[in-house]
């Protein structure tokens, strides 16, 4: 959990963090770092992000001319990429951008998956205040998001690629913010290009969530890819 207290100049402001990696598992998907430091700026970001979502102003309108001067900043020395063709299915670039998974989005908390050997993937997170639906519960979107990424993840460990055709999510019990949470995903089956998969969501003992979703594995990709290695 990151705390700032530096914005508001009262109580700290507890912004998302992703959990720590599981020792037992081994990271899945990890996201190289270019040296560039824009995986810093996309932390920065996410910071500022819980920040603003998060806190209150008298006036903010210093904040907003120099945010306004870093974006034209970024504008003038990025080079603005293209969303990727239906062929780049995990290849890092494609991941990084992603809103749940991606390192690079400051959108995502972002995950950091671990793999374990019968092919569950685990993430551990805290969402913060950005992420509030009900008042100190996490959206039911957010937790629908998380759930498809984590089921996607876990065809990816299973070597298959899907896309959701079915998403059903049965919410047990709030999801708290601010409070450890745990998803776990595991592919069941697969029949020709159909694939379940079913993942819960805990928040210590307690059940907040489960899904099942059916995927299709899109025409096209299953002959030619399917022995390419997943590069994220
Ligand atoms: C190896 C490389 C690894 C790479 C490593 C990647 C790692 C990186 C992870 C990123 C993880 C991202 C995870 C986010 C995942 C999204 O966000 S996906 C985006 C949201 N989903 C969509 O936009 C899907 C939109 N829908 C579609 O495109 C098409 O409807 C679909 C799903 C592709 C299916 O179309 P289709 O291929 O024409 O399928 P079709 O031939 O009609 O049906 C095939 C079978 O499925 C059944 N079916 C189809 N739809 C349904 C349905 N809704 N309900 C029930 N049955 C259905 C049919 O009845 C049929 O069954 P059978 O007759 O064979 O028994």
Redesign the pocket.
Same mark, same amino acid.
Request: glycine share 14%; aromatic share 6%; net charge neutral.
């Given at each position: 959990m990151s705390t700032d207290s530096s914005a508001s100049g009262e109580q700290p402001v507890e912004t998302t963090d992703p959990g720590s990696v599981d020792a037992d598992g081994a990271p899945f998907?990890q996201q190289p770092d270019d040296g560039s430091g824009h995986l810093e700026l996309a932390a920065e970001l996410r910071r500022l992000r819980g920040l603003v979502a998060g806190s209150t102003f008298e006036d903010v309108h210093d904040a907003v001319a120099t945010v306004r001067e870093l974006s034209d900043h970024l504008e003038k020395v990025g080079t603005r990429v293209n969303p990727f063709t239906y062929e780049t299915?995990?290849v890092p670039e494609?991941?990084g951008a992603?809103p749940a998974?991606g390192s690079r989005n400051p959108i995502s908390p972002p995950l950091e998956p671990v793999v374990f050997p019968d092919g569950t993937v685990r993430v551990e997170l805290t969402l913060g205040i950005e992420y509030q639906g009900p008042p100190g519960c996490v959206h039911g979107g957010i937790v629908a998001l998380l759930f498809?990424?984590m089921? =996607?993840?876990a065809?990816?460990a299973a070597?298959?690629?899907g896309?959701?055709?079915?998403l059903r999510v049965t919410y047990k019990s709030p999801t708290p913010l601010l409070q450890p949470l745990r998803i776990e995903a595991r592919q069941i089956r697969t029949?020709?290009?159909?694939i379940w998969t079913e993942a819960t969501l805990h928040t210590g003992d307690t059940l907040c969530a489960r899904t099942e979703g059916?995927?299709?594995e899109?025409?096209g990709?299953r002959d030619e890819?399917?022995d390419?290695p997943?590069e =994220?």
């Open positions: 998907l299915w995990g494609h991941i992603n998974i498809d990424e089921l =996607g993840l065809n990816a070597g298959s690629v896309m959701t055709a079915d029949e020709g290009r159909k059916l995927f299709i899109p025409r990709i890819d399917r390419k997943i =994220g």
